[in-house]
């Protein structure tokens, strides 16, 4: 990998991180998302350094988080997820081959959505879902999880619904989504598309990311939580809009 591309890899991956110890979310939209627009590393490689980093950043938090599971409604959401979670590795697989253009119209549009979904507060609710819920919400992020890594927001909204303590759903959502990531690495690996040499220089990512989640907790930004919600709002809205929009006037133009 360039120094140049490495540079920007690194600096994409503090800023979400900086950025998901804030708001608690939007490590994994916001690098998908920086890495699509520079083009600094293929996307099916960007979701594998996702995946890894996804799986650190879980061992740090259930290391004594663990027994906040909500393990209930964590296993229909989980076992749900992991079922389509082949369905979306497929899905990734298809538009990689097929057209990097489709690719980014795909991220971009399940950026965008998920920009405005986690935007919307969720309204609690009195009484718990049923295991058909949480199985539900699960499936729809296990496609996403297993097209980009990027399986959060359909579960941060059921799961910040119910009337669950902030430590459970915190420590249930990690443990999903490091389930989901590990998972999603063995697929990579069975199918032999395991990125290139010049990828294992994004590892670097790791202490990066670490630095930043310790930097945000001791030196946050002049803002209010509502606004740096806002502005990673904002942010994510804008880079799948420019992800999604050259590419579909592009592929319209091919189609002209």
Do not use: C
């Amino acid at each position: 990998m360039a120094p140049g591309s490495l540079a920007i890899l690194l600096t994409i991956a503090g800023f979400a991180a900086y950025t998901q110890t804030l708001t608690g979310f939007a490590l994994g939209l916001i690098m998908m998302g920086g890495v699509g627009l520079s083009g600094v590393i293929a996307l099916p490689d960007a979701a594998v350094l996702v995946s890894i980093l996804v799986i650190v950043n879980a061992a740090q938090v259930l290391a004594k988080g663990w027994r906040d599971i909500a393990f209930r409604q964590f296993a229909p959401a989980l076992a749900a997820s992991l079922l389509f979670l082949g369905l979306g590795y497929v899905v990734l697989n298809l538009m990689a081959s097929a057209s990097l253009d489709w690719l980014k119209v795909v991220l971009g549009v399940v950026i965008v959505l998920s920009s405005i979904q986690l935007s919307l507060k969720p309204a609690p609710l009195e009484t718990m879902s049923g295991p058909l819920s949480f199985a539900g919400f699960g499936a729809v992020a296990g496609v996403m999880g297993g097209l980009f890594s990027t399986a959060g927001p359909p579960l941060i909204y059921h799961f910040y619904r119910q009337p669950l303590r902030p430590a459970s759903v915190r420590e249930t959502l990690v443990a999903i989504f490091a389930i989901n990531a590990a998972i999603r690495l063995v697929m990579v690996a069975g199918a032999g598309q395991w990125p290139t040499s010049g990828f294992w220089w994004g590892l670097l990512a790791i202490p990066v990311v670490m630095l930043a989640t310790w930097a945000a907790r001791r030196y946050p930004p002049p803002l209010s939580p509502l606004a740096m919600r806002r502005l990673a709002f904002l942010l994510l809205f804008l880079s799948g809009l420019s992800l999604a929009v050259p590419a579909i006037l592009k592929l319209a133009a091919g189609h002209g």
